[in-house]
């Protein structure tokens, strides 16, 4: 069974552009969460999706964003880059409901430079 | 916003010594408290879960200890080794509604040989 993908595994972008990042859950899972991870805040949720719903949000500015697909395959953009948005995201994938073990992938490296 | 708080930041420990981490939290909702390993440059993988209404839990050398009343819980991990050498999280629901989590900030254990 393959896990949680994500693409690209790195990516270096300039202060104000955007960008976009990808996560393809395990099949069979519906919900996806996104977590930015920094060495200083360590991991924080960004958002979570279900069928294609946004489920909840974290405490995030509105430059961040995502969405889901009808196959469940979810994105997230982040806006006007600030050089404060190089992390780490990763992506989880669940079956369903809360109380169930969240997959992660290896997640994005993104640069701002 | 609900937090995790864990403790300590870092810990070394001695081959065939014992590791404890420990964490709090404040929503008495919560009711799924998993510990995540993480190795650099991977994402973080589940290591064990425990629902509150059990006081512990132990698969192989790794032992969740659940305290209701004090809003704690602590990973042990007996007979420690070189290869658990890792980071590890604490986390909790983000809320009842979903499958997101928030996290402690991590504990980086180092294991002596």
């Known amino acids: 069974k393959a896990g949680v993908t994500q693409t690209p595994r790195y990516l270096i972008k300039t202060r104000g552009q955007q960008v976009t990042l990808s996560c393809s859950p395990i099949?069979?899972?519906?919900?996806v969460s996104w977590y930015q991870q920094t060495p200083g805040q360590g991991l924080q949720f960004l958002f979570e999706?279900?069928?294609?719903?946004?489920?909840n949000k974290g405490n995030f500015p509105g430059r961040f964003s995502g969405r889901q697909f009808s196959n469940s395959r979810s994105e997230m953009n982040v806006s006007t880059l600030e050089l404060g948005d190089s992390a780490l995201y990763l992506c989880?994938?669940?079956?369903?409901?809360?109380?169930?073990?969240?997959?992660f992938g290896q997640g994005t490296r993104l640069t701002v430079v | 916003q609900q937090q995790v708080k864990q403790s300590p930041q870092s810990l070394i420990v001695q081959k065939g010594g014992i590791s404890i981490i420990n964490c709090a939290y404040e929503?008495?909702?919560?009711?799924?408290f998993p510990w995540y390993q993480q190795f650099p440059g991977k994402g973080p993988a589940l290591l064990i879960a425990?629902?509150?209404?059990?006081s512990e839990k132990k698969e192989g050398r790794f032992t969740i200890s659940f305290n209701k009343s004090a809003k704690q819980f602590s990973l042990h991990i007996m007979d420690s080794q070189p290869g658990d050498s890792a980071t590890y999280f604490c986390?909790?629901?983000?809320?009842?509604?979903?499958?997101?989590?928030?996290f402690g900030k991590g504990t980086t254990l180092s294991v002596s040989s």
């Open positions: 989880a994938s669940s079956i369903d409901t809360g109380g169930t073990e969240a997959f």
């Open positions: 099949s069979g899972h519906r919900s």
């Open positions: 999706y279900f069928s294609e719903t946004q489920r």
């Open positions: 929503n008495t909702a919560f009711d799924y």
């Open positions: 425990i629902r509150p209404d059990v």
């Open positions: 986390a909790a629901p983000y809320n009842q509604a979903g499958t997101a989590l928030i």
